[in-house]
């Protein structure tokens, strides 16, 4: 997909999570800063893998992370989780966020991004996750 041309409507289904995008969310030029996003992805991917996993997991990697457009104070910012592959002990999600403003029904979608999480034990040691059945 071309960076400049990212799909018009957002996926099916609930979102994982939705929220408001805040002043105190911004970064010193105004913007909401990146970093803020970032953690709201891996929120969802983190809630999507222990979910799947029926227990505690850990963020270990993070990649083909894309930001294709700006959010914005007072957007309403919903991300959206897909478990990729479940292997032994981990997965791979991918999240995509994306925006509405305010006052507006259109909604476009502003990053994309693929988590992989370890489901681990109380000992934070990697630990099977079990077959679906």
Known sequence: MDV????SSAPSGAPTIRT?????????AGDIFGGWLL???DLAAG???ARRARGRCATIAIEAMRFLKPVYV???????????HVGRTSMRIEVEAWR????????EQVTE?????????AYRK???IDPLP
């Open 74 to 84: 007072g957007d309403e910012v919903s991300l959206y989780a897909a478990i990729l």
């Open 113 to 121: 991004g693929v988590f992989t999480f370890v489901a681990i034990d």
């Open 47 to 49: 809630t999507a893998a």
């Open 20 to 28: 408001i995008a805040m002043p105190a969310d911004t970064n010193p």
């Open 4 to 7: 400049s041309d990212p799909p």
């Open 126 to 128: 990697p630990r099977p």
């Open 39 to 41: 953690a709201q992805m």
């Open 100 to 107: 509405r403003s305010r006052e507006g029904e259109e909604v």
